[in-house]
Nanobody, 118 residues
Framework: QVRLVESGGGLVQSGGSLRLSCAAS????????LGWYRRFPGKDRELVAR???????TYEDSVKGRFTVSRGNVETDVNLLMNNLKPEDTAVYYC????????????WGQGTQVTVSS
């Protein structure tokens, strides 16, 4: 069973930056997209940013111009650079990989807490 492991969360002041990283414990083929979601207390997970296999990026409106999603040197690695963080960015962030091969399969990380103080 391949697992995704996130790192880089923590506490930062408003206006600061954090870089989240995600690595898979094993190979994953037929990747359609990689990305990051977040969950606010009492809410469902929402998409923050994703990058497709062809390199097309998509961002949630509130993070456009502040967050940058990128792939790492290993094809299953995905990073999220978060600049100009705001208190409303406080959430648990999850990395995600979507695989398509005889059906869809989603891989999720365990989540990493990001807290932005005002």
């Amino acid at each position: 069973q391949v697992r995704l492991v996130e790192s880089g969360g923590g506490l930062v002041q408003s206006g600061g930056s954090l870089r989240l990283s995600c690595a898979a414990s094993g190979p994953i083929d037929n990747i359609v997209a990689l990305g990051w979601y977040r969950r606010f207390p009492g809410k469902d997970r929402e998409l923050v940013a994703r990058i497709s296999g062809s390199g097309t990026t998509t961002y949630e409106d509130s993070v456009k111009g502040r967050f940058t999603v990128s792939r790492g040197n290993v094809e299953t690695d995905v990073n999220l650079l978060m600049n100009n963080l705001k208190p409303e960015d406080t959430a648990v962030y999850y990395c995600h990989i979507q695989r398509e091969a005889w059906g869809r399969r989603d891989y999720w990380g365990q989540g990493t807490q990001v807290t932005v103080s005002s």
